[in-house]
C-alpha cells in the first residue's frame, strides 16, 4: 500500500519515463544504505502493552465514565499515539524499497519512491525517540513546587560566599520569568569583603510544577576564581551544595490519592519519631528574638534529620515550615534510596548507572568567564549573564533536562532488560 504523499506524486507523473542510468543506480545504492532506527524489544514490547491498555480503559470509558479511568487513559495517550506513528511509517519502509527494486518500475517514480524512503526513514528517528520518551513515566514530584536549598562545601569563607551568589542567581531567574519564591531560611555572616557568607538558605519556590524545572540543577556547584581575601591573587577551588526538595502541600486533602498517613506514602512521617524542641531565636531581630520561644527544630529520630526554623515571629508559622521541609527531606531520602537500589542492579545487569546529587555537576570558572556542565556537556562563555539568572541559565537549564531525558530512556531500557533476564 502507498503512502498517502507517495500516492499524489504517482498520480501525477503516470508512467513518464526517464533513461538516466546513474540515477538508478543510485536509486538502488539508496535502498540499502536505508534502515530504520532500531527500538529495543523490551521497550517496544512495553509500548505495546501500554496501548493495548489505553484501548480497553477507552472503551470502558464508552460505557461508563470513571474519573480515575479517564486520568490512567489519558497518561496512556501519548505512549498509543507515538507507537501508531511508529509502526505506521514502518510499514511503509519495506513497501518503498520493494517499489524501488522492482525493475518494472518506472524511473520516475522510483526517483519519487527513493525520496519518500529518505523522509520516512528520517522520520522514523524522530518518531523512536518520541516513543521512547513518551514511555519514561512522570516523576511522581513533577508537578509540586520545591525548596532549593544552598550549603557551602569544601573551600570555606569563599565557598559560603559562592553558595550566596548560587542562591542570588536563582532568585533572579525565579524573577526574570515570574516564578514566585520565598526566602524560608537564611543563616548568614558578614564577609571580609562585602560579600555575604551562606551558611546555609532555604529558597522555597511557590509556583507548582518548579520541582520538576529545578530538579536537574541538584548537585556539587564548584567555582574556580581569586577570593576578595586572597593577598597573592592565587585562583582557589571550592564549591557549594544544592539540593532541589518537593515541597508538599500542609493539608492531607490536598495530596490527592496520597496520603500523609499512609505508612507506605513517601510523605509518611510518624509523629512519634520526631522530636519537638522550642527555643528563643538567636541573631539579629530586637527584643522580639531574646523574650520568646518561637524558633522551632525538628528532629527525626531514626534518619538524626533536623530541621531548625526560626525566620518567622510565629511559632506556629516556623512549625508548619519546619514540617514541610522535614517532609520534603524524608520523602526525596526515600525515593533517592529506591533509585540508588535500582541503579545497583542495573549496573549488575545490564551496566547502567546515573549521576547522583553528591556528584560535581558544574563549574563556573571565574578568569575565563565559563560555565559548564559536567553531564550535559555544554559550555557558556558569558559568565556574567549566567550568574544574573540570564538566557545562558536557560540554555544550561534545557540542555540538562535533555540529558536527562536521554538517560531516563537509558533507564526504561535497562530495567525492561533487567525484568526480561528475570523470566
Not at 522551632?296 to 510565629?314: F, G, K
Not at 571565574?366 to 549566567?386: K, P
Request: proline share 4%; hydrophobic share 35%; glycine share 6%.
Amino acid at each position: 500500500m502507498l503512502t498517502t504523499h507517495f500516492a499524489r506524486s504517482f498520480a501525477r507523473y503516470g508512467t513518464r519515463r526517464s533513461p538516466c542510468l546513474a540515477r538508478q543506480c543510485r536509486l538502488q545504492s539508496c535502498v540499502t544504505s536505508t534502515q530504520a532506527p532500531t527500538i529495543s524489544p523490551a521497550v517496544l514490547a512495553r509500548a505495546r502493552a501500554l496501548t493495548a491498555e489505553h484501548l480497553q480503559l477507552s472503551q470502558r470509558l464508552l460505557k461508563e465514565y470513571d474519573a480515575q479511568v479517564a486520568k490512567r487513559a489519558g497518561s496512556l495517550a501519548s505512549v498509543a499515539s507515538a507507537l501508531d506513528g511508529w509502526e505506521t511509517a514502518n510499514r511503509s519502509l519495506p513497501e518503498l524499497q520493494e517499489l524501488i527494486r522492482d525493475p518494472a518500475t518506472d524511473s520516475e517514480l522510483r526517483s519519487i519512491a527513493s525520496e519518500e524512503l529518505q523522509s520516512t526513514a528520517d522520520r522514523l528517528g524522530v518518531l523512536a525517540s518520541q516513543l521512547q520518551t513518551a514511555l519514561i513515566p512522570e516523576h511522581p514530584f513533577a508537578q509540586l513546587p520545591c525548596f532549593i536549598e544552598f550549603r557551602p562545601g569544601a573551600g570555606g569563607d569563599e565557598a559560603a560566599i559562592f553558595a550566596g551568589d548560587l542562591l542570588r542567581m536563582y532568585q533572579a531567574y525565579c524573577k526574570r520569568h515570574g516564578i514566585r519564591t520565598s526566602l524560608l531560611k537564611l543563616d548568614s555572616a558578614a564577609s571580609a569583603g562585602s560579600d555575604e557568607k551562606i551558611q546555609e538558605a532555604v529558597l522555597e519556590i511557590e509556583t507548582p510544577g518548579s520541582y520538576d524545572l529545578f530538579r536537574s540543577e541538584a548537585g556539587v556547584h564548584r567555582v574556580q576564581r581569586v577570593p576578595a581575601t586572597e593577598k597573592q591573587g592565587r585562583t582557589h577551588t571550592s564549591a557549594a551544595s544544592v539540593m532541589v526538595l518537593p515541597s508538599f502541600p500542609t493539608r492531607d486533602e490536598d495530596l490527592g490519592e496520597l496520603s500523609f498517613d499512609d505508612p507506605d506514602s513517601d510523605y509518611y512521617v510518624n509523629i512519634k519519631d520526631v522530636r519537638i524542641d522550642t527555643m528563643r531565636a538567636s541573631g539579629a531581630g530586637g527584643q522580639h528574638v531574646n523574650k520568646t520561644d518561637s524558633a522551632v527544630r525538628l528532629t527525626h529520630i531514626p534518619t538524626s534529620t533536623v530541621v531548625a526554623m526560626q525566620d518567622s515571629r510565629s511559632q506556629q508559622q516556623n512549625r508548619t515550615k519546619a514540617w514541610q521541609v522535614l517532609r520534603a527531606r524524608l520523602a526525596q531520602a526515600r525515593r533517592e534510596a529506591r533509585e540508588e537500589e535500582r541503579a545497583q542492579l542495573r549496573v549488575s545487569v545490564v551496566g547502567v548507572a546515573r549521576m547522583g546529587r553528591g556528584d560535581k555537576v558544574r563549574t563556573y570558572n571565574w578568569s575565563q568567564q565559563r560555565v559548564t556542565d559536567h553531564r550535559s556537556g555544554i559550555t557558556i562563555h558569558n559568565l556574567d549573564d549566567m550568574m544574573g539568572g540570564g538566557e545562558n541559565l536557560d540554555k544550561v537549564i534545557a540542555s540538562v533536562k535533555e540529558w536527562l531525558k536521554m538517560k531516563d530512556v537509558e533507564t526504561l531500557i535497562a530495567d525492561e532488560e533487567a525484568a526480561r533476564l528475570k523470566t
